[in-house]
């Protein structure tokens, strides 16, 4: 940490770069797993690399506040055109890789994109299909020749050329240091990037964040849980996303660690088992899926086997998390906790690469309690944060030692946060962002003119631990006819849950009682559906399957029961439930690009089965229009069960919010 | 289970192909080192060392010979014994013909003359496939112990007409001979047997070892990709020879200390055959396995059959153990056609995903 | 010996041989005699290979192990006071439950591996039943009941060219007895619906099937057949010299002709047994001196090695296209 | 490796012809005097119902069958017949009707082994590893992940051939060839027994072969609509002989080609 003592001078990560270049020029800076090995470049490769890009970019025209859209998976070159841009004061502006061509032509054109830097071949193509709505757009630049060969080259060119330029143009017309001298040139003040967000309505949102902003917050992160140059993370979520610009370009940058590129998607749990990451960071869905795999494959595992794992599961439940928390433990307890260390929670975490974690953190969305508890007890590491592209991530996290399933954390350093009347959390830090990129009005709207940003989320203190605690969106939290409370996300995720339950979207609000969509999960219910011979063709199939209506009624029913026991939470219990024909999916615009349900298209799109929810239907006929991956468009149709659930009696009275 | 391969994560193509990538093996092939080298010499018994570890070790060499032929280049060779009897009898001519150079030069370097040899009895393998080439190898095998019988001049004329084997110092320490105690002895197979078998590793994963495979798994293939047959299954023939010459020339002058020709008739070759068989075709490992196994067999049914109550004389012991090998041999080919060798990697592979199933 | 000056060398090898021959024919004839009955032998013993290679693709190596096993079976048998035809009955019987035994426990579990792995397995089988047979009949040689089964002995001779050449009786009798045996079985392929089913087999698996024998039978059959072939093989074996399993590595002796007659072919088995028995014992009586003696042991294998060479697909086998 | 005067052959023009070639067994006659040529660079397909003799034809090419009349002229030598040997050092390469694999072998080491003649270091070295060879094999390791790279196998790297599904097995063949970096590549029915998914997929590494290492490419194919989008050139045989040869559309059009083929596939 030492090398990190804040250096206010030190204000761009360009600047970083320099200073890693300099500190740790031979340190790992990034590796990707490519052609079958872990290519790496220490820091003072990735200072050449970026330069010559940046000068290239600079040959190509880019100017001061010009605007770079970079476009793909997370990939060494593109981070570097990142830094590139910004180097040369550009601005990077990264794009949702799975973005459909609308979508991404909304997004470039409303930023203005100068030039486009993408991955292959797949993401020219879009380009190139939306130009002409793109005027401002002067070139392409793409990472990965493949099948690129016979394109027109006039506007299109290949990352290694235009480093090329940059190292001609370096030799003839610039002196030593002239590229230093323009990176110098860049403020604190400056805008850093704009993110934009999927927001759950309406177009993206391109979030304006100032280095001043980034740099801090990561320092901050960094200072938080001690991070050094040492940390070995992998980078696979969205480039576009806050959370990955965070923990994989702005904390690397600062604190100098090293970041690895998996393979291909495919591979990404056997490389970060490889790489071992001691860093991680993930929405709740990763760990989700991990933890449905390892129970789908233990499901196949030895009678032996599997009790032995079961038993050890159940001591590490029992002890794992105090021992984890340095509580007084009895030895016995300790030595069964240490011999199921042997036998079984460190091949898991072998397994998923989290032998060397220190620090993993869940962020994005509530995470299901037992499956939270589930890592912390073999032993990870496993924190919650609360955060928001406006915010540069960090509003509230957990401090080691105070570790709570059921809450956010305390807010993070220099960040100030207060609850208004109606639940909503408003926060105020030097992370804050610039504003909406083109947008004063929406800016307004969020950012109070003293700097309080409205995070749209309701939640409160919890006065035993002094944690934050988000029910909800805010705007989200409804009422019952009967005024009763309403908070669909917290009904969603205590469905979700279940391993078996993908998606869930919750009705109610301004209605009479509360009703579910629910998305079964194709790996778990597959395989439970293998070992108990139930044939099924297609997820449509599996999903209107009777015994799987049975089995998530259970689980409908288990939800009731425990929202019973929750007070306010007990009239809003589930009425009836349905299991759509279709898995929701963000190319039909069903999800945002994190994979969060949106609700409110939802309901309209399968307006039929509301209607069907509250009008005591049966069964329900509707035929949906769906988006392949390669943008075709199709029509399925099916016939919906609807399935009636008799509520719990409250274990409390009624609470009828006022 | 013990496999925490996390982290371990390969930056250059050199680390990649190693011949021992993850640390855990690298770790457990260097205790098995150490405790050769150490432990077994410091506390094991000259019984153990001289009637036990000696011709394990020798034998398995064979097996690696036998391996290279008849499982990496999937020729079957029923010739083992004749080849191993050309190191031997090389091994002593040129001692008594060189006396001057020392002995040990001449157990490795009478390998090829009988390298010499299987290239030979290789040619036809050209022409002629599968049982037939088995056939073509008998015949060496016979061939080559009629030769032993009635060439008198291999044996310098010895009344006994057996191999005796003369007395020599390594570092002043008598290695061969009666004087060579089976400690001196021991280290010089060990020596000897592990810097060949790393050479056979190397071989087997390189170019060379994957020619070999190519031609076993798919001749027409091989061909059409330019791989020369002819010149691939004589290489293959002349390693293997070699790697059996040694073992042999070792067997007499390591570990019989004299020999006639009946120790290298075909019933050697059958031997070495079942142990490669139960070790696991194209498998160095396997090739020590099965070598343990069907060499020690013998040694052991005895005391187990004697712990279960039942007390038997040598004679039934043996037949016993006879009937044994052949039931294993048929057992392997029936559930795990590639021999001990595979049931290790696959009790590896499970470590490796332990507790996962797979 | 071997030191001998290469011009006198060369007319031992290439001109006194003839000569003698020309000289004695007597001697030559008898020769020619012996060959031959050695000869029908190895054809035997190559029979037996040839059934079981024809109908299972099985090399079966273990072939020679049964002529041994069988031979003591039956001596053991009459030696424990069982009457020497109800002794010849019990182990016919054997060698049917040894057919059973090796389809249920060998074969059946390895259909469609591929011809090594079963090679293998009847390696296996070999190792098994050496150790078996010594263990219940011991290891030491017996003597053959041939009087008891009434097989003739003494010896028949008449002149010749101012020689005398004598034949066993014995010897006459396995000539006969072989050629029976052949007869016998080249109806059975050829006339029989079984027989026919057989050699389907040779072709393809599916094709028997549609004849209505299942393989398991079919493999059961042709062993059983092998195991007859072995024990006459053996009886007339041990007849001329003695029980032993020595006769399992001299049964390898019949590979060579197997090479000479192809893997498939009975008529090549018989003449390639000839072509063998009489070559090696030729070579031995008027070549062998050079080289001090015992050359049969691999002249048979060098004759068919250097023959392959030349047709590597045996005399009678037939010659393979290669597909890709 | 190459003969001294052969020839270096520009795009377009003539790579390999056969002229007049003839080939029987025993009294079978699989091909009847037929000629064609293959120019540098296209695709050139061979098409024709079963027993045409496509098969024969492509052994004959590399040398694995020898035509009884005939001759074969590779990059301006002219051959009575190719041997194998030649053919592969020629930069002949090809994959077969019914995959012919290494099938204990991993992919990585199938593909290692298309690279075997361009391998040099002695047996000394390899006997050693360290040094020269390892240096070896870890230039050649590069080449063949690049291909491996190319044909998106990295999850098979490690699998032994004969536990993967078709689809993928034909792909690793595909890949095998291209390690021996060959100026014309054979392939046999590349596209049989694949759904369409996997047909689709290999038409695209088919055509980015061709115009990304200009490899010029012969193939026999039974689904016309594939033949007609890949290949610039179709030769159509039937019973060992030819009865056409053009641009697809001109095939497509021929009489005795719709009687012979399309009628019998309609």
């Known amino acids: 940490m030492a090398q990190n003592a804040i250096d206010k001078s030190v204000d761009t990560f360009p600047k970083f770069l320099l200073v890693n270049a300099r500190v740790r020029g031979d340190r790992p800076a990034i590796r990707e797993k490519d052609l079958g090995i872990w290519q790496t470049w220490a820091w003072a490769q990735v200072k050449e690399e970026v330069k010559a890009l940046a000068l290239g970019l600079k040959e190509l025209g880019i100017e001061r506040g010009d605007k770079v859209a970079i476009v793909g998976s997370n990939k060494p070159r593109l981070y570097w055109a990142m830094c590139a841009t910004q180097s040369i004061g550009g601005i990077p502006v990264p794009v949702y890789q799975d973005a459909v061509a609308d979508e991404m032509a909304f997004v470039l054109a409303h930023a203005g994109a100068k030039i486009a830097i993408v991955e292959n071949q797949e993401q020219v193509d879009k380009v190139l299909s939306i130009s002409d709505r793109l005027p401002s757009i002067s070139h392409v630049i793409y990472d990965e020749p493949r099948g690129l060969r016979d394109y027109d080259h006039t506007r299109l060119k290949w990352m290694n050329e235009v480093q090329e330029i940059g190292r001609k143009a370096f030799a003839s017309k610039y002196s030593g240091d002239a590229w230093e001298k323009m990176i110098a040139e860049g403020k604190g003040s400056d805008i850093a990037v704009i993110l934009y967000t999927s927001g759950t309505t309406g177009n993206p949102k391109g979030v304006m964040l100032t280095y001043d902003s980034v740099v801090v917050s990561s320092q901050n992160a960094n200072a938080f849980d001690n991070l050094t140059e040492k940390e070995e993370v992998i980078a696979y979520l969205p480039m576009a996303w806050v959370g990955d610009h965070i923990f994989s370009y702005a904390q690397s940058y600062v604190a100098g660690y090293t970041v690895n590129c998996p393979e291909s998607p495919e591979t990404i749990i056997e490389d970060r088992r490889e790489i071992g990451t001691s860093y991680a960071f993930a929405p709740p869905r990763v760990y989700e899926n991990l933890l449905t795999l390892t129970m789908v494959r233990m499901e196949d595992a030895g009678r032996v086997k599997r009790a032995m794992f079961n038993y050890f599961l159940k001591h590490a439940r029992k002890w794992g998390e105090k021992i984890l928390n340095k509580e007084s433990v009895p030895v016995g307890a300790r030595l069964k906790y240490w011999l199921g260390e042997i036998l079984v929670y460190g091949p898991m975490k072998n397994r998923y690469g989290f032998t060397n974690v220190r620090v993993a953190y869940t962020a994005g969305e509530a995470i299901g309690p037992e499956i939270f508890r589930y890592y912390r007890s073999l032993g990870v590491n496993l924190k919650q944060l609360y955060g928001q592209t406006e915010a540069a991530v960090y509003i509230t996290a957990q401090p080691d030692g105070e570790i709570y399933a059921d809450t956010v954390g305390k807010p993070s350093p220099d960040v100030e946060i207060k609850i208004e009347p109606n639940g909503e959390v408003l926060f105020r830090s030097p992370g804050v962002f610039a504003g909406y990129y083109k947008d004063p009005e929406k800016t307004a709207e969020t950012k109070t003119p003293d700097g309080w940003v409205k995070s749209g989320d309701a939640g409160f203190f919890d006065p035993k631990t002094g944690h934050l605690k988000i029910i909800d969106r805010a705007k989200d939290v409804g009422k019952l006819n009967d005024g009763t409370l309403f908070a669909p996300k917290y009904i969603e995720n205590k469905l979700k849950f279940y391993p078996n339950i993908k998606e869930a979207v919750a009705l109610g609000d301004k209605r009479d009682y509360v009703t579910v969509m629910l998305n079964i999960d194709l790996v778990s219910v597959g395989s439970w559906a293998e070992r108990n011979n139930v044939i099924y063709g297609s997820y449509q199939e599996l999903a209107a399957h009777p015994r799987v209506y049975q089995m998530l009624s259970e689980h409908v029913d288990e939800v009731n029961k425990s929202l019973s026991e929750e007070g306010p939470m007990a009239g809003a219990q589930i009425k009836r439930f349905l299991i759509l024909h279709k898995e929701l999916d963000a190319d039909d615009g069903e999800l945002t690009r994190t994979q969060k349900v949106r609700r409110g298209f939802i309901t309209e799109r399968y307006g039929p089965l509301a209607t069907g929810l509250y009008e005591g239907a049966k069964e329900v006929g509707i035929t949906t229009e769906l988006t392949f991956e390669d943008g075709r468009k199709g029509n399925i149709s099916a016939r919906v069960k609807i399935e009636d659930m008799k509520p719990h009696a409250p274990a409390a009275p009624m609470g009828k919010a006022a | 289970m013990f496999y925490r391969e996390a982290g371990q994560f390969k930056t250059t193509y050199r680390a990649d192909m190693a011949t021992f990538p993850i640390t855990q093996d690298r770790i457990g092939i260097a205790i098995i080192l150490m405790v050769a080298f150490t432990v077994i010499p410091y506390f094991g018994s000259n019984f153990f060392l001289h009637a036990i570890m000696i011709p394990f070790l020798i034998f398995a060499l064979a097996a690696i010979g036998l391996n290279i032929l008849t499982g990496y280049t999937g020729l079957l060779s029923l010739g083992t014994g004749g080849f191993m009897g050309v190191g031997a009898y090389a091994c002593y001519k040129l001692a008594t013909i060189f006396p001057e150079v020392h002995i040990l030069i001449w157990v490795v370097t009478s390998g090829f003359v009988s390298a010499a040899v299987g290239i030979v009895f290789g040619l036809p393998s050209l022409r002629i496939k599968g049982f037939y080439l088995a056939v073509a190898t008998l015949a060496s095998q016979f061939f080559l112990s009629w030769c032993f019988i009635r060439i008198p001049w291999l044996v310098n004329y010895n009344v006994s007409n057996a191999i005796e084997v003369p007395r020599r110092t390594l570092f002043g320490v008598h290695v061969t001979g009666p004087e060579a105690t089976p400690h001196a002895r021991y280290f010089v197979v060990l020596a000897i047997v592990v810097a060949m078998t790393w050479l056979a590793s190397n071989l087997v994963r390189g170019r060379i070892g994957r020619m070999w495979m190519a031609v076993r798994d798919m001749d027409i293939a091989a061909e059409l990709m330019g791989i020369k047959l002819l010149n691939t299954k004589l290489l293959a023939f002349a390693v293997s020879s070699f790697y059996c010459g040694v073992a042999g020339a070792m067997l007499v002058f390591l570990y019989y200390g004299s020999a006639e020709a009946t120790a290298f008739s075909i019933n050697q070759s059958f031997a070495i055959l079942s142990m490669v068989i139960i070790g696991g075709l194209g498998s160095l490992l396997g090739s020590f396995l099965g070598a343990a196994l069907i060499f020690m067999l013998p040694l052991l049914l005895p005391p187990f059959l004697g712990s279960l109550g039942l007390s038997i004389q040598a004679a039934t012991a043996e037949h016993l153990s006879f009937m044994v090998i052949g039931a294993l041999i048929v057992f392997f080919l029936i559930v795990e056609p590639h021999g001990l060798a595979r049931l290790w990697q696959i009790a590896k592979q499970k470590l490796r995903v332990w507790p996962y199933p797979y | 010996m071997l030191c001998v000056k290469p011009y006198s060398m060369f007319c031992k090898i290439f001109i006194i041989p003839f000569y003698e021959m020309w000289e004695l024919p007597d001697i030559f004839v008898q020769t020619l005699w012996e060959g031959l009955v050695g000869g029908t032998l190895y054809s035997l013993i190559a029979l037996g290979f040839v059934l079981i290679f024809k109908a299972s693709g099985v090399f079966n190596f273990a072939q020679g192990i049964m002529v041994v096993f069988a031979a003591l079976s039956l001596v053991g048998l009459h030696a424990i006071g069982v009457p020497a035809i109800l002794a010849l009955a019990l182990t016919v019987l054997i060698m049917l439950v040894l057919a059973f035994a090796i389809e249920r426990v060998v074969l059946r579990p390895l259909v469609n591996q591929p011809d090594i792995i079963l090679f293998m397995a009847t390696f296996g089988l070999t190792y098994f039943l050496i150790g078996f047979g010594e263990l219940i009949f011991g290891g030491d040689p017996k003597v053959m009941i041939t009087k008891q089964l009434y097989i003739p002995t003494g010896t028949l001779s008449f002149d010749f060219a101012g020689g005398r050449v004598e034949m066993q009786k014995l010897d006459i009798t396995a000539v006969v007895v072989a050629s029976l045996m052949v007869a016998v079985l080249a109806v059975f392929f050829s006339k029989t619906r079984i027989g026919r089913a057989l050699r389907a087999v040779a072709d393809s698996h599916k094709a028997a099937l549609s004849v209505g024998i299942s393989l398991n039978q079919i493999w059961i059959i042709v062993w059983f057949a092998a195991g007859l072939v072995a024990l006459v093989t053996g009886i007339m074996w041990g007849a001329r010299s003695e029980v032993s399993f020595a006769l399992e590595i001299i049964a390898l002796k019949a590979l060579p002709v197997l090479i000479l007659g192809g893997f498939t072919s009975i008529p090549g088995a018989i003449v390639g047994g000839l072509i063998i028995g009489v070559g090696e014992k030729v070579g031995e009586i008027y070549w062998g001196p050079l080289f001090g003696r015992g050359i049969e042991s691999w002249l048979a294998y060098m004759i068919a090695l250097v023959f392959l060479l030349f047709r590597p697909q045996g005399l009678f086998g037939e010659k393979i296209i290669e597909r890709v | 490796m190459r003969a001294p005067d052969e020839t270096t052959i520009k795009a377009g023009q003539t790579l390999l012809s056969v002229e007049g070639v003839s080939l029987s067994f025993g009294g079978v006659k699989a091909i009847r005097n037929v000629s064609f040529d293959i120019r540098k660079g296209e695709i050139r397909a061979i ?143 590349p596209m049989a027994g694949m759904n369409l998914e996997e047909k689709e997929d290999m038409c695209r590494y088919v055509i980015d072969v061709n115009n990304h290492y200009g490899t010029t490419i012969a193939l026999i194919e039974h689904d016309m609509g594939v033949v007609m989008d890949l290949a610039n050139r179709v030769v159509v045989l039937d019973y060992g002989q030819k009865i056409a040869d053009g641009t697809p559309d001109e095939v497509k059009a021929n009489k005795a080609v719709i009687d012979a083929y399309l009628g019998v596939a309609h």
């Open chain 4, 47 to 189: 098409i024709g119902p079963n027993g045409a003799g496509k098969t024969s034809m492509l052994n004959v090419i590399n040398g694995f069958y020898h035509p009884q009349e005939g001759q074969i002229t590779f990059k301006g030598i002219k051959r009575k017949k190719m041997r194998p040997h030649d053919a592969a050092t020629g930069g002949i390469a090809r994959t077969f009707q019914n995959v012919a694999l290494f099938k204990s072998m991993t992919t990585l080491d199938n593909i290692m082994a298309g690279r075997t003649l361009r391998m040099h270091k002695s047996f000394f070295w390899q006997l050693l590893r360290y040094g020269p060879a390892e240096q070896e094999e870890i230039e050649h390791r590069r080449k063949v992940e690049e291909i491996i790279d190319f044909l998106e196998i990295q999850h098979i790297r490690r699998v032994p051939v004969g536990r993967l599904p078709y689809g993928l097995q034909k792909r690793v063949e595909l890949g095998r060839a291209l390690a021996m970096e060959p100026e014309l590549l054979l392939l046999d029915e």
